[in-house]
C-alpha cells in the first residue's frame, strides 16, 4: 500500500472522532491566552495516543514531538492556534458555543483539530519518516503580541536541526476539497493606532469658545488616509483604516476628548517604520495647529507573512499529488495579518489555506462573523494533506 493511501485511509478513519473533538472545541470556546481547558483537552487528546506533550509555553501552549527513524537527524514544525473570538454565536447547531459572547469565528477549533488527526496519523507512521515532527499548539493568535512571539521567545524555535515550519488556516471562500497556496510575501503586517484628541468643550450654539476636538479629529482622519495616498510608493500594499470614534458629546453639546482606533497594515518593513512615525508627526501638527493636544500610541504587532518560494512550490507539489492538480488554488496577498508572520520572519515557512466553503450547505460565511461554520469535510482534507506535507517533506 502507498504512502498516500495510508495517510488517506487513516484520515478517513479518524475523521468522525476528529468531528468530535472539533465539535467540543467549538462548543468551548475560549479567548487569547485563557485557552487553559482546551489546553488541558489538547493534552489529554495526545497522551490518548502515547505520545507526552511539553506544556505551559507561553502560559496554555503546548508543544509535542513525534519521532520517526533517526529521530535526531532533522526536525520540522507543523502549527495551529487555539483562541477564540469576542463574538457572539448566531447558528444554531448542536455544537453551538455555550460560552456567551465567545465564539469560534476564525476556525482555530478546525485548526487543533486538525492537527490533532495529523498527530494520529504522523504516530501510526512514524517508521516512514526521517527525523522528527514537532508539532506546536499555540495560544492567543487574535492578541498583540501574539502567541507565536511569546512561544519563540520561550524557545520553541530552539532545537537543533530544524528545516522549516507549516501552518493552514481555513478560507471560507474556496469551495471545500481545495487548498490554496501563495508564494513569497503573502499576508501583511498589522498595527493598532489608539489617537485620543483633547480640545475644550462645551455648548455646540458657542463654537467660538470652544476648542472643537470633533473637528480636529475628522481632519486628522482624512490626512492620515493621505499618507497612503500620497507617501507610499503605490506598488506596496498599504492601508489605514479607522474603525471607532467615540465623542461623547450630543446634538449641542461639543466634547473635550474624542478617541480613535484603527490599524495601519502593509507589507514592507521599512515602509512601516516610515509610515507610523509620519502619522504621529502629522497627527500630532494638525491637532496643536488647531489648538488641541493629541496622544497618539500605536500597539506593535504582527510583522508581514512571507511564505518561502522553495518550501511552498515543494508543499504545493504535495498538496497536488494529494488532492489533484485541479484542486490547488493560486491565492492573492491577503491583507489580513497573522501571527504565524512571527515565524516565517525567522525559519523558512508555509502558511497555506484550507477550504470549507459549501454553497449547497448554506456555509458561506466569512470568518470573524457570529454566522462562520465550516463544511466538516475539510477536516479529513487538513489532518491528511499536513500529514502528507509533513512526511514528504522531512523525507526530502
Same mark, same amino acid.
Given at each position: 500500500? =502507498?504512502?498516500?493511501? *495510508?495517510?488517506?485511509?487513516?484520515?478517513?478513519?479518524? *475523521?468522525?472522532?476528529?468531528?468530535?473533538i472539533r465539535r467540543h472545541i467549538h462548543a468551548h470556546p475560549e479567548l487569547s491566552f485563557q485557552e487553559f481547558e482546551t489546553s488541558k483537552f489538547v493534552a489529554e487528546k495526545i497522551k490518548s495516543i502515547g505520545l507526552i506533550p511539553d506544556t505551559g509555553i507561553a502560559g496554555t501552549g503546548l508543544t509535542v514531538e513525534i519521532k520517526g527513524k533517526?529521530?535526531?537527524?532533522?526536525?520540522?514544525?507543523?502549527?495551529? #492556534?487555539?483562541?477564540?473570538?469576542?463574538?457572539?454565536?448566531?447558528?444554531?447547531?448542536?455544537?453551538?458555543?455555550?460560552?456567551?459572547?465567545?465564539?469560534?469565528?476564525?476556525?482555530? #477549533?478546525v485548526h487543533t483539530s486538525?492537527?490533532?488527526?495529523?498527530?494520529?496519523i504522523l504516530n501510526e507512521l *512514524?517508521?516512514?519518516?526521517?527525523?522528527?515532527?514537532?508539532?506546536?499548539?499555540?495560544?492567543?493568535?487574535?492578541?498583540?503580541?501574539?502567541?507565536?512571539?511569546?512561544?519563540?521567545?520561550e524557545g520553541v524555535l530552539?532545537?537543533?536541526?530544524?528545516?522549516?515550519?507549516?501552518?493552514?488556516?481555513?478560507?471560507?471562500?474556496?469551495?471545500?476539497?481545495?487548498?490554496?497556496?501563495?508564494?513569497?510575501?503573502?499576508m501583511a503586517s498589522a498595527d493598532e493606532l489608539y489617537l485620543t484628541v483633547k480640545g475644550k468643550g462645551g455648548h455646540a450654539a458657542q463654537p467660538h469658545t470652544l476648542i472643537d476636538p470633533i473637528l480636529i479629529s475628522s481632519h486628522i482622519i482624512i490626512a492620515l488616509q493621505q499618507i497612503v495616498s500620497r507617501r507610499s510608493n503605490p506598488i506596496v500594499p498599504s492601508v489605514v483604516s479607522f474603525g471607532r470614534i467615540i465623542g461623547e458629546g450630543a446634538t449641542n453639546v461639543i466634547p473635550n476628548e474624542v478617541k480613535?482606533?484603527?490599524?495601519?497594515?502593509?507589507?514592507?518593513?521599512?515602509?512601516?517604520?516610515?509610515?507610523?512615525?509620519?502619522?504621529? *508627526?502629522?497627527?500630532?501638527?494638525?491637532?496643536? =495647529?488647531?489648538?488641541?493636544?493629541?496622544?497618539?500610541?500605536?500597539?506593535?504587532?504582527?510583522?508581514?507573512?512571507?511564505?518561502?518560494?522553495?518550501?511552498?512550490?515543494?508543499?504545493?507539489?504535495?498538496?497536488?499529488?494529494?488532492l489533484g492538480k485541479e484542486n490547488v488554488v493560486d491565492l492573492d496577498i491577503w491583507m489580513a495579518a497573522e501571527d504565524f508572520a512571527f515565524y516565517s520572519q525567522k525559519i523558512d515557512s508555509c502558511f497555506y489555506r484550507l477550504g470549507t466553503r459549501n454553497e449547497d450547505k448554506g456555509i458561506t460565511s466569512g470568518v470573524h462573523t457570529p454566522t462562520f461554520d465550516i463544511d466538516e469535510d475539510a477536516l479529513e482534507i487538513g489532518m491528511g494533506l499536513m500529514a502528507w506535507i509533513a512526511i514528504n517533506e522531512i523525507n526530502r
Open positions: 500500500m =502507498s504512502l498516500k493511501h *495510508k495517510i488517506s485511509q487513516l484520515a478517513e478513519q479518524y *475523521k468522525s472522532d476528529i468531528v468530535q533517526n529521530p535526531e537527524s532533522k526536525r520540522m514544525l507543523l502549527r495551529a #492556534d487555539m483562541d477564540a473570538l469576542p463574538i457572539m454565536e448566531a447558528n444554531d447547531v448542536s455544537y453551538k458555543s455555550t460560552n456567551e459572547g465567545v465564539m469560534h469565528a476564525c476556525g482555530h #477549533d486538525s492537527l490533532l488527526g495529523s498527530a494520529m *512514524k517508521n516512514e519518516f526521517e527525523g522528527t515532527i514537532k508539532l506546536i499548539f499555540q495560544p492567543g493568535e487574535e492578541k498583540a503580541p501574539g502567541g507565536a512571539k511569546l512561544m519563540i521567545e530552539n532545537d537543533n536541526g530544524i528545516k522549516n515550519i507549516i501552518g493552514q488556516h481555513v478560507m471560507p471562500f474556496i469551495p471545500v476539497g481545495k487548498v490554496g497556496f501563495k508564494s513569497g510575501l503573502y480613535i482606533q484603527g490599524t495601519f497594515r502593509t507589507l514592507d518593513e521599512n515602509w512601516r517604520e516610515e509610515a507610523l512615525q509620519l502619522m504621529s *508627526k502629522m497627527a500630532t501638527g494638525l491637532a496643536e =495647529s488647531m489648538g488641541g493636544v493629541l496622544d497618539f500610541d500605536i500597539v506593535r504587532g504582527y510583522p508581514f507573512l512571507y511564505n518561502e518560494e522553495k518550501l511552498t512550490a515543494r508543499a504545493r507539489n504535495f498538496a497536488e499529488d494529494y
